[in-house]
């Protein structure tokens, strides 16, 4: 890094943020920026995150500055419509996370010692954000934790929250029995074809695998990804063997395409 890189971020910054409200101009800016909100942007917002998280996955490097500039575009648009509306601006969000910081860092901004292990950091950590919370008013154990989130890292995060007061099976055995359990009310739920007590039951199940992951040290976002892309290159493994035919996968049938399905899987134990 060079001497000159705070000035050059500085400028670029402000640059981005200055773009930002020429977009938003109601008489010069771009009709679409103008016609966005908060909740008109959330998802692009979401989708930002998981792109630059695919291009750490992907180890793509060159790509990585530009997925990074494409959620702190988010970010800025943000800001920029919460400034127009008179509720903070760009600094203020810069301002709110320094301060969170440097708060959560006492041993390294404040007068603690550094010399703890990090199961101690993590422990204090988790202390500050309950006082944080507590200011907030948040006094039920579950209050916090957003909405927002994927429906599988929501769902550990609830079940982390209630085990911090006990309320946990007592270890993973428990939770495949309740597993066990769940999977006879799904497939008593199919029988009855009432579908909205399908959707619950299922709901149920995940619910509880997705506990089993917490207790096997699993995440189960990361598992299930590697399933999908686990399934994405078997899958292309058959069209790739019956291109080499000149055939499509609408050209075969199930039983052929199982046992390419299996021939690809052996090639990957090989």
């Known amino acids: 890094m060079t001497n000159s890189a705070p000035d050059r971020n500085q400028q670029e910054i402000a640059r981005l943020i200055g773009i930002m409200a020429a977009l938003r101009d109601p008489e010069k800016?771009?009709?679409?920026?103008?016609?966005?909100?908060?909740?008109?942007i959330a998802p692009y917002?979401?989708?930002?995150?998981?792109?630059?998280?695919?291009?750490?996955?992907?180890?793509?490097?060159d790509?990585?500055?530009?997925?990074?500039?494409?959620?702190?575009?988010?970010?800025?648009f943000h800001a920029q419509m919460a400034?127009?509306?008179?509720m903070f601006d760009f600094a203020d969000v810069a301002a709110r996370i320094s301060d969170k910081l440097i708060d959560r860092h006492p041993h390294v901004f404040g007068d603690e010692s550094r010399d703890k292990s990090a199961a101690q950091q993590v422990k204090d950590w988790e202390?500050?954000?309950?006082?944080?919370?507590?200011?907030?008013?948040?006094?039920?154990?579950?209050?916090?934790v957003a909405l927002g989130l994927p429906a599988l890292t929501r769902a550990v995060k609830l079940q982390n929250r209630a085990a911090r007061v006990g309320f946990d099976w007592p270890g993973a055995a428990d939770v495949l029995d309740k597993i066990t359990e769940e999977t006879a009310e799904l497939?008593?739920?199919?029988?009855?074809?009432?579908?909205?007590?399908?959707?619950?039951?299922?709901?149920?199940?995940?619910?509880v695998m997705a506990n089993l992951a917490r207790h096997l040290d699993i995440d189960p976002e990361d598992a299930l990804r590697a399933a999908n892309d686990k399934f994405t290159r078997r899958f292309r493994a058959i069209e790739a063997a019956l291109h080499r035919e000149g055939r499509?996968?609408?050209?075969?049938?199930l039983a052929e395409m199982d046992a390419l399905w299996n021939a690809a899987k052996r090639a990957e134990r090989e």
């Open 29 to 40: 800016g771009c009709p679409w920026d103008i016609e966005q909100d908060f909740a008109s």
């Open 45 to 61: 917002t979401i989708e930002e995150a998981y792109e630059v998280a695919d291009a750490i996955t992907r180890e793509a490097w």
């Open 63 to 76: 790509e990585f500055p530009g997925e990074l500039g494409d959620l702190l575009l988010q970010v800025v």
């Open 83 to 86: 400034d127009e509306k008179g």
């Open 127 to 144: 202390a500050i954000k309950a006082a944080e919370r507590a200011a907030k008013k948040e006094k039920g154990v579950l209050d916090g």
């Open 187 to 207: 497939v008593e739920a199919r029988d009855r074809a009432d579908h909205q007590h399908l959707t619950e039951e299922f709901g149920d199940l995940m619910f």
């Open 248 to 253: 499509r996968p609408e050209d075969s049938d």
